[in-house]
Structures are given as C-alpha cells and as structure tokens.
C-alpha cells in the first residue's frame, strides 16, 4: 500500500505565473484536501475534494482552483500568484464519508517558493 | 467558528527532562475531533493521536500521554523523558464537520520544540 505522494517536491515561480501541484492519493482513500503552511504557521485549510467534486472550501480566493481525477488522484492550481503564496503546500488523503470523521494521511508536500 | 491556540511558540528542554505542550481550542459544536501531528524538519506531518469528543479519557503510549479536559478546552500533550529525536514542531487540530459534509481541520500555529542533549 503506497501513501500519498506529492510532486514535485521544490518549485519556484515568479510573481504573476500559474502553478500546478499534484497529489497521489492513498490506495482506496477518495477525498483529497489541500492545505497551505507558511513558514512557522500552522497548516490552513484550502479546500477538500469528494469524489471529484468540491465539497469545503476555506477562506482562500478563487484563484486557488482544484481539481480531482477518476483515480482520485488531485491537482492544486494557483493562478497569478504572488509573494505570500510562497509557502509548504500539503496534500491529506481519506476515506470519506457524508459525514463524521475519516482519519487523513499527509504527503510530504511541496514547497513553492514565489519571486 | 473554531480555534486553536498553542501558547507556545518555542521550549526547549534538556534530554531526559518531562515536557507538556499546552493546547486550547474553541468551538461551538458538541461532536468534534481533536488530534497531535508530529512535523519534523522534512515537513511531513505525523499523526500521533486522535480524540473526540465523547472520550474525556487520558491516552498513554509510551513516552507520550494526552490530558482532554472538555471544561476547559484543553488537550495537552506531555512527553516523558524527552529525546534528542522528540526535536520538532509539534501542532493540535481541531476537526469538525460541517453541514455540507465535510471535515474542515483546524490547527494551532505550532510549539517548536528542541530538545537539547
């Protein structure tokens, strides 16, 4: 059994440029949630994707978009990114249900850099 | 609207002395989960315990041990006989789930702790 697997592990972007993480989730989980960690902050929520669609979102703007595959396996996009989006993003993968509690196991994330 | 508050940004300790992580959290609803993820300097959060909210009982697993107490929100952490690898930043969350189903994860900004030889 694989765990989750983020790519690519470092990238640096420059102010303005669009950027795509990808996430493989763990073997059997179908729900994806991506997180944003700066430096020396806690992990804040981005959004969660079920079964391919969105289903939470946190306060975050438009410009962070997802998407989720038949595989269940997940994109995160930032479009015209800027300074403080520089950060250690992660991926959690589950087992969801409509409802209650589904344990979450993080990738080891990617860490974006922004110029 | 939930929160976590760790009061402490940093401790540092020397080898082999006890230590305990401090935790508080709000939150309006009656069923809610609380966790402690370990995230050492390769960035990958380690899951170490889960409560929830009907279980008011104190977990002991080796060197760690977790103290729930509903009526003062809190959920502290201690490590006896601290080590060298126990080097970390240490983060309580909060999860709910929300009407539209899903399981938004709250977590406090962190105590880095560094245990000193």
């Known amino acids: 059994e694989t765990g989750v697997t983020q790519s690519p592990t470092h990238l640096i972007k420059t102010r303005g440029q669009q950027v795509t993480l990808r996430c493989s989730s763990q073997s059997g989980h179908n729900t994806v949630s991506w997180y944003q960690q700066a430096l020396g902050q806690g992990p804040q929520f981005i959004f969660q994707y079920y079964r391919e669609e969105e289903n939470g979102r946190g306060n975050f703007p438009p410009r962070f978009s997802g998407l989720q595959f038949p595989n269940y396996s997940s994109e995160l996009n930032v479009n015209a990114l800027e300074l403080d989006d520089s950060a250690l993003y992660l991926c959690a993968s589950s087992f969801g249900t409509s409802g209650g509690y589904n344990e979450q196991f993080f990738g080891p994330g990617t860490r974006l850099t922004v110029l | 609207a939930q929160k976590v508050t760790q009061a402490q940004t940093e401790i540092s300790v020397v080898e082999k002395e006890d230590v305990t992580l401090d935790c508080v959290y709000e939150t309006r609803d009656t069923t809610y989960y609380l966790f402690w993820y370990k995230q050492p300097p390769s960035g990958e959060l380690v899951f170490l315990i889960r409560?929830?909210?009907?279980?008011?009982q104190n977990e002991i697993s080796g060197r760690y041990s977790w103290n729930f107490q509903k009526s003062t929100s809190s959920f502290n952490f201690t490590i006896t006989a601290s080590q060298v690898v126990d080097s970390a930043v240490y983060f309580c969350a909060l999860s709910e789930v929300n009407s539209g189903g899903y399981q938004k994860v709250t977590f406090g900004t962190g105590t880095k702790l560094q245990v000193i030889p």
């Open positions: 409560r929830n909210s009907f279980d008011e």
